[in-house]
Each structure stands twice: as C-alpha cells, then as structure tokens.
C-alpha cells in the first residue's frame, strides 16, 4: 500500500504546482468516490468477506470525514499561498522546497490516519486470502516487470520525457525551448529509477507478507505501521538515495521552469491553481 502510495505522491510532486492533479474539473468526483476506488484497489488483491467489506467502508467513511474536515482546509490554505507566489513571482527555489515539503507532510498524516483501518482489514484476512494476496501480488509484480524493464531503455527514456512534457504544457501552456532543454536534461539525470522502485516495492511486499504470517502475534500492529508510515525502512539505502535525490532534482526542476516562464504561462498557471482551490473550497463534508 505505502510504496504505491508515495510513489503517487511523489509523481504529483514532480512539479509541485503543475501535476498536482490530473485535472480541475473533476476534482469534486475524484473526492467523492474515493472511497470506492480504495474499495476497488484492495478487492484487486483479496476477494473480501461482506463483513470485511462493510467494515472497510464504515472505515473509509470515517477517513474520508476526517480528511474533508481537517485536510482539505489545510490544503486550500496551501494553493492559495502557492497561487499567490506564482502570480507575484515569489515563488522562489526555497519557496517550492517549503511547499514540497508542506505536501510530504499532509501525505505523512494521512498514512497514519489510514493505519488503524489498514491493520484492522490485514489481522481480518484468513489463510486463503493471504494466499491469494500473495499470488496477487507475484503476478502484479510480473505484469509491472514485463511492462516496464523489458521496453528499450531509450525508448522508455523517451516516453517518460514526453509524459513530463504533456503534464508540464497542461499547467504553463506552450513551453519554449528553455523548459523543453530543462526537462530533458532532468530526464537524462534520473537513471535507472525505475529497476530500484520495483526492486524495494518487492521487498516492501515480502515484508507484509511476513508480517501476516504472524499476524496474531502482539507486535503486529507496530509492524504494519513501520511499513505504511515508514516503508524505506525495508525497501533499503538505494531506494531511500534515488527518493531523496528525485525530491531534490523535482525542487530544482519547479524552480528553473518557474524561472523561465513568462508572463503568459503564469496567467495560464495561475488561473489552474485558482480553479483547484476553487474546486477543493466547494467541497462540503457529509
């Protein structure tokens, strides 16, 4: 669960201002039907019990009203505070380090927020669905091998540099040729990023699935804790290296492209991260 997580956090940050979601205009149907979509992920894995399953949604209420009620204020607060610094053009690289730093922190709450309801569901599950955790897991983790290291390494170097590009244009518009120089050079810096992510998630995952062999044992909850708010203790030194140094590269790419952008591409960017907060005010806790 938390690898997946920050991974996914960790690619809205990649410019902080310009892919923190997928879209505006549908960020109030994204929030409401969260709870389904987690329903669904971890029925991708585990076929559930109706109890199980009545008792993760009451759970995932509950979650999502804290977060509504607690969170979502905290995050309006933060895309105004960003909106103004790229329209008065404060928003310098120690400025994008704080902001970045300020969403680590609310992806941090949130972890241990869902842990309770996490470790709740894992001591529920019997031996059959641990098994067939297990070979969900195998075969995701082969699917995601096949997909992503057997492609030309050029290729796939190509086609991360092109994604980047796409998100980059959805929040500045048309990039001139400066921002275009800078995100492919930041691209030729990543490396082999992708070969360790999947290395540490598959320690991640032997790492759960030896904590649910003892899952009736008195340490468990703090196991399931240590690998949800804490997973780089066990997805080892070259995860936690390549996480720090894309943190740092992402900081320095926000910067230099912000650096770079003329008036137009603040309007436009600006206007992005009025309509988000927008959208985020409007929604109302149930």
Same mark, same amino acid.
């Given at each position: 669960?938390?690898?997946?997580?920050?991974?996914?956090? =960790?690619?809205?940050?990649?410019?902080?201002?310009?892919?923190?979601?997928?879209?505006?205009?549908?960020?109030? $149907?994204?929030?409401?039907?969260? !709870?389904?979509?987690?329903?669904?992920?971890?029925?991708?894995?585990? /076929?559930?019990?109706?109890?199980?399953?009545?008792?993760?949604?009451?759970?995932? !209420?509950?979650?999502?009203?804290?977060?509504?009620?607690?969170?979502?204020?905290?995050?309006?607060?933060?895309? /105004? &505070?960003?909106? #103004?610094?790229?329209? #008065?053009?404060?928003?310098?690289?120690?400025?994008? @380090?704080?902001?970045?730093?300020?969403?680590?922190?609310?992806? &941090?709450?949130?972890?241990?927020?869902? /842990?309770?309801?996490?470790?709740?569901?894992?001591?529920?599950?019997?031996?059959?669905?641990?098994?067939?955790?297990?070979?969900?897991?195998?075969? !995701?983790?082969?699917?995601?091998?096949?997909?992503?290291?057997?492609?030309?390494?050029?290729?796939?170097?190509?086609?991360?540099?092109?994604?980047?590009?796409?998100?980059?244009?959805?929040?500045?518009?048309?990039?001139?040729?400066?921002?275009?120089?800078?995100?492919? #050079?930041?691209?030729? %810096?990543? =490396?082999?990023?992708?070969?360790?992510?999947?290395?540490?998630?598959?320690?991640?995952?032997?790492?759960?699935?030896?904590?649910?062999?003892?899952?009736?044992? @008195?340490?468990? #909850?703090?196991?399931? %804790?240590?690998?949800?708010?804490?997973?780089?203790?066990?997805?080892? @030194?070259?995860?936690?290296?390549?996480?720090?140094?894309?943190?740092?590269?992402?900081?320095?790419?926000?910067?230099?492209?912000?650096?770079?952008?003329?008036?137009?591409?603040?309007?436009?960017?600006?206007?992005?991260? @009025?309509?988000?907060?927008?959208?985020?005010?409007? $929604?109302?806790?149930?």
């Amino acid at each position: 669960m938390a690898p997946g997580f920050r991974r996914a956090a =960790g690619a809205g940050a990649i410019f902080l201002l310009l892919v923190i979601l997928a879209g505006c205009s549908s960020t109030r $149907l994204a929030y409401r039907y969260a !709870d389904w979509g987690i329903v669904w992920w971890v029925e991708d894995y585990v /076929t559930l019990s109706s109890a199980q399953r009545g008792q993760l949604e009451r759970d995932i !209420d509950e979650l999502l009203q804290w977060h509504c009620r607690e969170e979502l204020p905290r995050y309006s607060r933060w895309l /105004t &505070d960003l909106e #103004t610094g790229v329209a #008065t053009g404060a928003l310098n690289h120690s400025k994008i @380090a704080r902001h970045q730093a300020e969403l680590f922190q609310r992806l &941090d709450s949130l972890l241990v927020a869902v /842990t309770p309801a996490a470790v709740s569901l894992l001591a529920s599950l019997n031996d059959s669905q641990i098994e067939e955790l297990t070979q969900s897991m195998a075969e !995701d983790q082969r699917e995601k091998e096949q997909e992503y290291l057997n492609p030309d390494p050029r290729k796939q170097r190509l086609a991360r540099a092109e994604r980047v590009r796409e998100r980059a244009e959805k929040r500045l518009g048309n990039l001139n040729n400066p921002q275009r120089q800078l995100i492919a #050079t930041w691209n030729r %810096e990543r =490396g082999d990023q992708t070969r360790v992510w999947l290395e540490s998630r598959e320690r991640w995952q032997a790492a759960l699935l030896e904590a649910l062999a003892d899952r009736k044992s @008195a340490g468990f #909850t703090d196991r399931i %804790e240590g690998l949800i708010q804490s997973p780089g203790n066990v997805m080892g @030194a070259p995860y936690r290296a390549m996480a720090a140094d894309s943190r740092a590269a992402l900081t320095d790419l926000a910067a230099d492209l912000l650096a770079t952008a003329d008036r137009e591409q603040r309007r436009h960017l600006t206007g992005q991260l @009025a309509e988000l907060r927008r959208d985020f005010n409007a $929604l109302s806790c149930r």
